[in-house]
């Protein structure tokens, strides 16, 4: 199974579509919040299972602030973060998804892609596709891949600008 996780699209959608154009059969696609807008498009486009979460510049959506789910084995948080002082790290957000019992959480805001799988939860962030903020400043995505016995390997790539 291939999973997409993106975030902070901020209504821009060309490296969203750059992206899906470029990857062999994804099975789902996972946004972290801060669409503005590009919620039809990234469904539409996406053409499989799409999750997606609002985020703190998503005034107007319908879309839930946090959502649960399974992924393969894996109990899944997503949320868009910013309510969790992840500006200042994921320590308070990997708390409060080990709280909840899940195993991974998935967030966004920073726009700075982490993969943190130390101690019990596994804390993804798939930086910005749009406006990204960390050195090099490169569109970047996680790419979560399950294998045949449901172990799950993750990846982040980066686009050039």
Not at 69 to 89: A, D, E, N
Request: charged letters at 25%.
């Amino acid at each position: 199974m291939k999973i997409l996780i993106v975030s902070d699209t901020h209504g821009s959608n060309r490296n969203f579509i750059k992206v899906m154009d470029k990857l062999d059969n994804v099975d789902m696609v996972i946004h972290c919040g801060d669409l503005e807008g590009g919620e039809d498009t990234i469904s539409e486009y996406a053409g499989c299972r799409v999750e997606m979460v609002a985020g703190n510049n998503d005034f107007f959506s319908d879309l839930p602030r946090e959502r649960e789910f399974q992924i393969g084995k894996y109990q899944v948080w997503l949320t868009h973060g910013h309510t969790y002082y992840v500006s200042m790290g994921n320590e308070t957000i990997k708390k409060e998804a080990t709280a909840k019992g899940m195993d991974i959480v998935i967030y966004g805001h920073t726009h700075k892609p982490v993969i943190d799988t130390r101690g019990e939860v596994i804390a993804l962030n798939p930086g910005s596709l749009s406006y990204p903020r960390q050195a090099g400043r490169k569109p970047s995505y996680i790419v979560m891949e399950l294998d045949q016995e449901e172990n799950a390997r993750f990846d982040i790539f980066f686009l050039e600008k």
